[in-house]
């Protein structure tokens, strides 16, 4: 079955059946769980800001 065929968009899970996500950042030049951040370092990573690096049409002016 393919992913555009699932119906798995209309399950609902139950509390009992979900898994905690955990989340890791790279901090100070290693990887380590948001969940073991600092108050200070958890709002660093809540005000980061995603940064997509221009392509080379984009800075040649070739694209529309």
Known sequence: MKCSQSNAS?????ESERTKC????RVMG???PVSG????????????LEYKEP???VLNGSVD
């Open 22 to 25: 955990e989340v890791w950042s």
């Open 30 to 32: 290693y990887h380590r």
């Open 55 to 57: 392509t080379m049409e």
């Open 10 to 14: 209309s399950k609902t899970l139950l």
């Open 37 to 48: 951040f600092n108050i200070g370092k958890k709002q660093e990573f809540a005000d980061r």
